[in-house]
């Protein structure tokens, strides 16, 4: 007597329950894009605004009126800059589609438990604010690139030299900038949204080897040492690798290591403090 073993797909409850998770998760993608359109300028002047004056300041009046600096082989201050600006641009906009909205949507507005009333797991909601955040993160660091391109006044020797790293980073610095942002929503009460600012995005901004290498802070070492702290270091410094390698940066294993375990620990950091939020 023969016997036949029959195969199983998964059950219709499981296949359900995965069906329901993504198009819930696919509906609140949808969500936020479209209140993204409907603010579209609001999130092109956030985007541009500050690398635009620092391009234009830095890289057009500064040559212009001769006070132009150069990088320790004589390059123009425009090419230190651009890796640095792309990995701003990217924090600075994960911070603000996720961190800003989200602390207002559990003080005043309470929009959070329309967000909750969907049929996902808590974490997932926290995730897809990750996400959509790294997505707009991403897009901000793109834009970065024309204005480096079209408004110095000195010559901008910035090449894709690598492009599997420049699109790793892009990817490892969406996911940390909307990590952050996750963090800092739940922690901060929107009455203190003006010290998030002045205690946390500005140092992050310049302790952050944005206008300069890491490895020109050597004859400073205690501060060499103590900006490893900010994960922003290490992704300018893979912005350096890929798009300026002649200038001195971080090993690849350095910045790519310390880079990958600043997403796990933030977006682990995130979840965990949006789960409490919620149940408190």
């Known amino acids: 007597m023969s016997e036949t073993t029959a195969v199983r797909g998964p059950s219709p409850a499981v296949a359900d329950a995965g069906s329901t998770f993504s198009s819930s998760f696919y509906g609140l993608i949808v969500r936020d894009t479209r209140v993204l359109r409907r603010n579209l300028g609001e999130f092109l002047g956030r985007t541009l605004i500050q690398p635009f004056l620092f391009v234009f300041v830095f890289t057009y009046v500064f040559p212009k009126i001769g006070q132009g600096f150069t990088g320790p082989g004589g390059e123009s201050f425009a090419?230190?800059?651009?890796?640095?600006?792309?990995?701003?641009?990217?924090?600075?906009t994960g911070i603000m589609a996720v961190g800003l909205p989200l602390s207002i949507e559990f003080g005043a507005t309470k929009e959070i438990e329309d967000r909750l009333m969907a049929p996902l797991p808590v974490w997932a909601v926290?995730?897809?604010?990750?996400?959509?955040?790294?997505?707009?993160?991403?897009?901000?660091?793109?834009?970065v690139f024309p204005l480096v391109y079209f408004i110095p006044a000195t010559p901008v020797s910035v090449h894709v030299s690598n492009w599997p790293l420049l699109i790793t980073m892009m990817l490892l610095g969406g996911i940390l900038s909307g990590s952050l942002g996750l963090v800092l929503g739940t922690v901060v009460r929107p009455d203190?949204?003006?010290?998030?600012?002045?205690?946390?995005?500005?140092?992050?901004?310049?302790?952050?080897?944005?206008?300069?290498?890491?490895?020109?802070?050597?004859?400073?070492?205690?501060?060499?040492?103590?900006?490893?702290?900010?994960p922003l270091v290490y992704l300018c410094e893979g912005f350096r690798?890929?798009?300026?390698?002649?200038?001195?940066?971080?090993?690849?294993?350095?910045?790519?290591?310390?880079?990958?375990?600043?997403?796990?620990?933030?977006l682990s950091a995130g979840i965990h403090l949006f789960n409490r939020r919620v149940i408190t």
Do not use: R
């Open 126 to 143: 926290a995730v897809e604010k990750v996400v959509f955040a790294a997505a707009q993160s991403i897009l901000a660091g793109l834009c």
């Open 79 to 92: 090419t230190i800059l651009v890796p640095g600006l792309i990995a701003v641009a990217i924090v600075f």
């Open 192 to 230: 203190k949204i003006g010290l998030m600012f002045a205690i946390v995005v500005v140092p992050l901004t310049f302790l952050g080897c944005v206008y300069y290498p890491w490895a020109t802070l050597h004859p400073v070492l205690w501060l060499q040492m103590f900006v490893l702290i900010n």
């Open 241 to 266: 690798a890929a798009l300026t390698p002649a200038l001195p940066h971080m090993p690849t294993w350095g910045f790519l290591g310390a880079a990958t375990l600043a997403c796990v620990v933030l």
